[in-house]
């Protein structure tokens, strides 16, 4: 390894003094300012990553939902998946190491990687649109040259389009061309073959207007645009032009404050969709003829997915297991249809894209969502071979036909990771393919009311969580108080987990009315204070 290159780059991105930052399901984030180093730093890790498994990994710039000012980085593994735990934990290392460490942190983990150092390393590159990405991608490109890396930076791309390209480049291609163009083109040629079926009634059945976060989702639709079929009339709201990136608009603003984004209009009954910064999230919404908005958030869409994909397996007659995969926050109500009305069976996992995605891989065909609007399907290799056999090989038509669809379903989908574009054209096509309004769409359950609280504590550790952080074993005491407070209340539950990232503990609530869930909200952040050190003021009865 070549020390002294390492040392000579480095010493261009020099640590603030007494910064501390941990790599976690979304890599890091924090102020761009403090970031040089860290880019730096992964830069140096992805070449090892990159020699340790013999493919090309890949580094995004990016901070998602975050602010403008903020910043963040995060590797994307040789399928397209996020970084492995153990290399999550060398990140976080090699970040916070002083500058005299970081000799020996790299050469521990070539030691206990085995990575060979004269093995070729590559790196694909990408960053969003934030003014402090180019600058920091940089950054990372200095660390990969300093370990001999060869690396592509693609510039400005969404974060599901980089994720994607990696596993282009590790398939042989089979998954797809690794450059956007043949990302678009993949997307728009499954899109044209899906929605060729459906009826051509109504002019705005496929009409959707999208607000783009003032962030990449913006650019690159614009690029796609000339890919996509005509019959799809998409309008594009806050794309940057004007705006700061996230402010008071975007995926995570309309989800967390139910209510549309500044800058777009909304009539009665029009179909909006929102993506996040970095377009790997997305909610659709409307407004009804009096005026109330309405959220159509993750749960509904992984339900439409989800009832979708199943009525064509039954259509070819394919036994495959299928499953839907949601965390704790999924509301009760998509919980019980699925289960009930489509038999469609539900797993819960631990909050967390990446606990959902290994879940969903062990099943023919998994379908995840977070009900902010970050998910995705999965399809086995088994499941794929199978489906794409019955579309090519099958006499009866009407079977041949459903195969083929769901054929296109699959090109259609960024298996990768959770994609905006991607999940906005799948949902477009079921939606025409159904013949369905998106109020109709929203009409297939109705929501329990629900409410989410957090409550400050002097430790979030004193809360321990079991049962997919639906129960908590720690403090004791705690659980059984929330058991005998949601006795109360009809069709209710309540559950309390630590935050990820601050000593707050998180508090959710659902009940047959929104008075009832806001009091059991309330009730239950109280036995939080009193029993999990709460600090601070004691939680004030909900308005």
Not at 388 to 412: F, G, P, W
Not at 416 to 421: N, Q, R
Request: charged share 25%; hydrophobic share 35%; proline share 3%.
């Amino acid at each position: 390894m070549d020390f002294k290159a390492v040392a000579k780059y480095s010493a261009l991105h020099l640590k603030p003094a007494g910064l501390s930052l941990q790599y976690g399901t979304a890599g890091f984030r924090t102020k761009a300012g403090h970031l040089d180093h860290v880019m730096y730093r992964m830069g140096l890790l992805a070449a090892l990553r990159s020699r340790q498994t013999k493919s090309t990994i890949g580094v995004m710039v990016t901070a998602s939902h975050n602010p403008e000012e903020d910043n963040g980085v995060k590797l994307v593994d040789p399928l397209g998946e996020m970084l492995t735990s153990a290399w999550e934990e060398y990140a976080t290392r090699l970040a916070n190491a002083e500058e005299q460490e970081i000799q020996s942190i790299l050469t521990e983990i070539c030691q206990k990687e085995a990575v060979k150092l004269h093995q070729y390393a590559s790196v694909f590159i990408g960053r969003d649109t934030r003014p402090s990405s180019e600058k920091l991608s940089q950054s990372v490109i200095d660390g990969v040259s300093a370990l001999g890396g060869q690396y592509h930076d693609y510039g400005l791309v969404t974060t599901p389009q980089l994720h994607y390209m990696v596993c282009c480049q590790n398939t042989q291609e089979q998954y797809g061309k690794a450059t956007v163009e043949g990302y678009y083109q993949k997307l728009s040629k499954a899109f044209g073959e899906l929605t060729k079926q459906a009826s051509s009634s109504g002019d705005d059945q496929m009409c959707l207007k999208i607000d783009c976060a003032n962030g990449i989702g913006a650019l690159k639709l614009k690029e796609m645009e000339r890919y996509l079929p005509k019959k799809l009339l998409i309008h594009l709201y806050n794309d940057g032009t004007k705006e700061k990136l996230n402010h008071f608009c975007g995926a995570d603003f309309v989800k967390v404050h139910q209510k549309p984004p500044l800058g777009l209009e909304i009539r009665p009954n029009e179909r909006c969709c929102s993506f996040d910064g970095d377009a790997d999230r997305i909610v659709y919404y409307y407004n009804d003829t009096a005026g109330h908005f309405h959220l159509v958030d993750g749960d509904k869409i992984a339900t439409l997915i989800s009832t979708f994909i199943k009525e064509l397996l039954i259509k070819i007659g394919q036994t495959l297991k299928m499953a839907v995969v949601q965390t704790a926050y999924a509301n009760g109500s998509s919980t019980r249809y699925l289960e009930e009305t489509m038999k469609v069976p539900v797993h819960c996992t631990k909050t967390g894209v990446k606990h959902l995605h290994h879940k969903a891989q062990e099943f023919d065909i998994g379908v995840y969502f977070e009900a902010n609007g970050h998910g995705t399907v999965l399809f086995s290799k088994a499941a794929e071979e199978k489906i794409r056999h019955v579309a090519k090989e099958e006499k009866e038509t009407q079977k041949r036909e459903a195969a083929k669809m769901l054929e296109n379903t699959i090109d259609l989908i960024n298996q990768t990771v959770g994609d905006a574009i991607s999940d906005m054209l799948v949902i477009e096509a079921i939606l025409a393919l159904k013949g369905l309004t998106v109020q109709q769409w929203d009409a297939i359950y109705t929501d329990l009311p629900n409410r989410q609280l957090k409550v400050k504590v002097a430790d979030r550790r004193v809360i321990d969580t079991t049962d997919a952080e639906r129960r908590a074993v720690t403090p004791l005491g705690l659980q059984e108080k929330i058991d005998e407070l949601v006795k109360k209340y009809r069709v209710s539950r309540a559950f309390v987990r630590p935050s990820g990232t601050e000593d707050v503990v998180r508090v959710y609530s659902e009940a047959d009315t929104q008075e009832n869930a806001d009091s059991l909200a309330h009730e239950v952040s109280l036995a939080v204070y009193h029993l999990a050190g709460g600090i601070g003021e004691p939680p004030q009865p909900i308005c």
